[in-house]
């Protein structure tokens, strides 16, 4: 079918091509990136005139208008304010600056993931493989980028990171490169977009080539990331620590088991300097340059871009080195045709933490963890050299662009564009047998993402009279995804020396690919890969009367390979009204410069990013047990068996999708020195499938069934000011974008009303991000207190314990017992932007906030659990070099006992429940514009911006939050104090415009 659709696409061009009579006197171009390139002709022989190239930025269709009105206000960021602040990723870079937009930055580790909700989560927020399912689509120039698939995961054992170089792929955008970043929220609009945007879409333009006079920009910047304050302790803060717990419960026996590297108070590696924090924190540098250049002639024209970074975490010795190639061509060969293109290449090289829980959960193996980290500095140096002999190599290297081809013939437009993306992503890890009990290890990992796409159009307008105009358009377009990894890991090598594995090659032999055969590791391999296609047609209408009433309506035919036989093809409509009540009603009336109503209604399908649910019922390879469930067979024979630990697929499983409704009333006051807009928007996400618990004697651990439906509701309050305008004095302007949103889940597959998956529990009418806990009244003194008869689990309690609530009166403490309660996401995000001028400085400040949202202190919950913590000796026993702190808003909790075998420092409580809502100083600038003065108007240099600026960011929190940073909480709601903070950073730097 591709190859007809291609076929009939290039004749198209080839009729254009050999016809002699065809002419026009407007060519457009519309490419895939939805840059508009106007190229106007006079056709007449007598007098020619060169052809201009007019570049405007689009923000899809109805759009235009808004983004006119609000400039940087309405759904996109105001690019001339961002670019002198040094944020690594588009993420960083959005934080706080769009309405309706939530960005997580839950790691201070450059290049570290970060993820993106828009408007409410549409899904669960269980797990890693969940958050990757709520990611928006990002288009780069048109290009929807293509992520790295979550399908990795089921090989895993744990999910901080996923395998391989697990770097931020949007870290791939230099922010100098960009025209304009928006945020598409509107049905019609997305539903335009397909079922890649069906949690929103980011849109992202760069700068691109025009014609004109040479254009050069030069950009640099220079500073530091600057190291926290930090307040060391050593064993005998840990011991004063412990002392209460073991005046009031301990027996003999806990004495006798005190911890070891506590028990000689004059070992000085516990006891003496707590000084590790002059080598895990330092200030370290961080820069970046770029060059760009644009030029060219009235038929051809292009534009270059080169970039290179280098950014530095503030702790244990990370950063990121990122390169960019951006370049981009326009050319209109004949009056009628036209071509245009862009490439953008980038690399990213990632130096990774040291941190001991991301290489245990790597490796899958738990060393003795009895004596952890010394606090001391020069033992931790040792530690460190022991540690250079580790390899850990990361690297990304991404390639995307487009071609597109337009032809206008009359009234009717035709174009047809060619899109890809390319990614792939190559890790290389080794760590020696001395910091492994004696057990090196080694893993490889290559894994690529690929995304191809051939997009054709035709449009046509039809002018009924000068009051009335049609718009038609016909679309098909046609994607192809591809995921593919190849993973080792091995144990066990002849040496530290040999970091390879080493194997017989030679397919002949009977020892070919075995690396036991010759002395050499013991090795696991996985390999995995998924295609993806999707294929859809499209036909849309928009009616116009004069300039007072828009209607547009839209009607998709999508299919994809990843659904199941019966329901892959999927009819999805949307519709949109505008009405301007400022023409109808208020013609004459000078306080409103415009007054408009829109409403829009839009349904957008949902593909899977697993293949698994198109296949039902099959088989896996899953052999594993508990503590390594991703073995894939036995004695180095690969098994396959029915999918009982990843759940049963039957058949009868439809395609989800997204209803979403808008209504915005937006207005321009005072002479338009006043913008405003309110939206309100619900969206139904419906038809989504989860794991469901079935009976033991099935075998399955969970069934996979649709009809999971999750409602977000909500207003967006969006505000742009001029509060002080003087042409020769101090200017103001003032930016707020506020979003207030409901999540509610309102349906479970069927009629069910709960379900319990794990620690979680989803509740009909409840948030998806609900916490499932215990609630804490305090604690028994003494056995007395304690009701007759009263059990946690079937375990007594006794004096020491925690005074749960017994909420169903039944003398028991159990699941029953737990109730559903706070959000892990925020009610309330925005940012409030401000910039004052005053002659050639300009100041610029941006406060971010996120409120109404909760964590579980987990670190804390870990703490004061010590007992169980250090027994366990698992992947949360992990004591890192950095737990030698203490901080000054830390909170006290009651003396339990330890050892109770209720595990009275449970997690699942709400005892550690926290209020993690922050209002933060993100960014500071200042800057002079020398190109102003007149020492650069009068050199005759072609300077048109000499802006010389400095920048703080992360200056300030507000919060009530315990923990270092409420930004560090997991995706998942927990905050556990493993990743590191995100640094204060100071830089100056330049922009120089010829």
Known sequence: ??????????????????????????????????????????????????????????????????????????????????TPVPNLSLQQVIKGNLAGVYVQEPNGEPGTEQSIIVQGASGLLFTKKDMYALQPAVYL??????????????????????????????????????????????????????????????????????AGLRDISLNSYFGFVTPPAVNTVNGVYENNFRKPFYQKYATAENYANYASYLRDSTNTAYYGPSNWNDIYYKTTPTFSADLGITGGGDRANFRFFGSGTKNAGNADDTNI?????????????????????????????????????????????????????????????????????????????????????????????????????????????????????????????????????????????????????IDFEIGQSFQGDTYKYNYARAYNGPNDYVKLNLVDGNSGNDDYLNTLAAGGFYVFRYIDKEKNNLMSFYGSAKYSYKNL????????????????????????????????LKEQFLKNNTLFNSLHLSAGWGRNLRIFLDDRYAAGPQYRSENGWFEEPTIPGYGGRLGINRPYGSGFIGY???????????????????????????????????????????????????????????????????????????????????????????????????????????????????????FWLYSNNGIY????????????????????????????????????????????????????NNTLAYKNFDLNFNFIFALGQKAINQYEAT????????????????????????????????????????????????????????????????????????????SGTGVRRAYLYATAMNLFTITKFTGIDPELVNYNGYYDGANLTIPRTFVLGFKLDL
């Open 652 to 770: 009868g499983i439809k395609l989800p999708y997204a209803d979403r409704t808008n209504i915005t009333l937006d207005a321009s006051f005072l002479n338009s020195r006043l913008n405003a807009a309110i939206t309100a928007y619900n969206r139904d996400n419906k038809n989504q499938v989860i794991g469901v618990p079935v009976p033991f004697e099935t075998g399955y651990s969970l069934n996979y069934q649709t009809g999971m439906d999750i409602n977000n509701k909500g207003l967006e309050l969006m505000l742009n000011g001029v509060v002080i305008r003087n042409t020769k004095g101090l200017n103001w302007n003032t930016t707020v974008n506020f979003n207030c949103n409901r999540n509610k889940l309102t349906a479970l597959p069927n009629g069910l009303t709960e379900l319990i998956s794990g620690d979680d529990k989803l509740v009909v009418g409840k948030p998806v991000g609900s």
């Open 321 to 469: 080195n990122k390169y960019n190639l951006f370049f981009g061509i326009n050319m209109a060969p004949f009056k009628w045709f036209t071509v245009s293109s862009s490439v953008n290449a980038a690399r990213l090289d990632r130096t990774r933490n040291r941190s001991l829980r991301d290489r245990f959960a790597e490796t899958r193996y738990i060393p003795d963890l009895s004596s952890p980290l010394s606090p001391n500095a020069s033992i931790y140096e040792g530690f460190l050299q022991e540690n250079a002999k580790n390899v850990d190599n990361n690297r990304n290297t991404i390639l995307n662009g487009n071609l597109t081809l337009s032809a206008k013939i009359n009234k009717i437009t035709i174009s047809s564009s060619l899109i890809f993306d390319y990614n792939e992503g190559v890790r290389d890890y080794f760590t020696p047998s001395t910091l492994m009990d004696g057990v090196s290890y080694v893993s490889n990992y290559f894994g690529y993402s690929q995304r191809l796409m051939l997009n054709n159009s035709a449009s046509y307008k039809y002018e009924i009279n000068k009051k009335h105009t």
């Open 1 to 82: 079918m591709v190859k007809i659709y291609t076929s009939i696409c290039f004749a198209l061009f080839l009729s254009v091509f050999g016809s002699q009579t065809l002419h026009a006197n407007t060519v457009v171009v519309k490419g895939a990136n939805s840059m508009y390139f106007a190229f106007q002709q006079d056709t007449t022989k007598a007098k020619k005139e060169p052809v201009t190239f007019s570049v405007k930025t689009d923000t899809i269709g109805q759009m235009i208008k808004a983004l006119q009105k609000f400039k940087t206000v309405r759904d996109t960021i105001n690019i001339r304010s961002a």
């Open 141 to 210: 120039n048109g290009v929807p980028l293509v992520a790295d698939n979550p399908f990795a995961f089921d090989v895993q054992k744990y999910d901080y990171n996923r395998i391989g170089p697990a770097t931020n792929l949007l870290s791939q955008i230099s922010i100098d490169n960009i025209q304009s970043i928006s945020v598409i929220k509107d049905p019609f609009e997305l539903a335009k977009l397909g079922p890649n945007a069906a949690n929103g879409a980011i849109y992202v333009t760069t700068k691109n080539a025009r």
């Open 863 to 938: 703490r004061y659990g010590f007992i169980n913590r250090e027994a366990g000796n698992d992947i949360n026993s992990v004591k890192e070099v950095s737990s030698w702190q203490v901080f000054d808003n830390e909170k006290t909790y009651p003396i339990y006992n330890p050892w109770s075998d209720v595990d009275a420092y449970r997690v699942d409580q709400d005892l550690f429940l926290e209020n993690a809502s922050y209002v933060k100083l993100r960014s500071v600038t200042l800057g002079y514009d020398f190109g102003k003065t007149s020492l650069f108007r009068r």
């Open 549 to 580: 009433l828009d209607l547009s309506a839209l009607v998709r035919r999508d299919g994809s390979s990843n659904g199941q036989p019966d329901s892959r093809w999927v009819t999805t409509p949307a519709f949109s009204a505008t009405f301007n």
């Open 781 to 832: 003194n003494t056995n007395a207190e304690v009701p007759a008869g009263r059990t946690f689990n079937g375990i007594p309690l006794k004096a020491g314990d925690p005074n749960w609530v017994d909420y169903n009166g039944d003398n028991r403490i159990d699941n029953k017992d737990k109730v559903s309660t706070g959000d892990r996401l925020p009610k309330f995000v925005g940012g409030w």
